[in-house]
């Protein structure tokens, strides 16, 4: 993954902000909105697209776009530098492929503690009962 290209491939659009603001929300354009056309895109190999439509499947418009917005800031560029390290943090965590769990085994001391407790708890249980008096 390049980040490079990929940040050349986003397109930007700047709305107005919805919510509270007085005068000034209304007539500027702060919030940005980021498209990035996955299966288009030059910057990713067929396996990270593949990986990409898969993991983020439900992030996805129907034309495989995935859009992100900004309006944490009264600033345009602030917005724009937020919404682009959101970006990246986002494709980064669905390119991560997990690792591979090793089944272990319990050691054999583990074994035999587990198994002394059960003892002693099962005694103490015993010592509860009535005596059999036959």
Known sequence: ????????????????????????????????????DVSRSKALSDS???????????RLTKEKMLLMQCDESRSQHRNK???????????????RVPKKRKKTKPSKAAVEKRLKAKK????????RSKPDLD
């Open 120 to 127: 002693k708890s099962s005694e103490k249980k015993a010592y």
């Open 48 to 58: 990270e697209k593949e990986r990409l439509l898969l993991k983020l499947e439900n």
């Open 1 to 36: 993954m390049d980040q490079v290209l990929i940040i050349q491939e986003l397109q930007f659009k700047a709305v107005r902000s919805s919510g509270a603001g007085g005068q000034h929300v209304n007539k500027v354009s702060t919030k940005i909105e980021l498209s990035f």
């Open 81 to 95: 530098e937020l919404v682009i390290k959101r970006f990246l943090e986002t494709l980064e965590n669905a390119l």
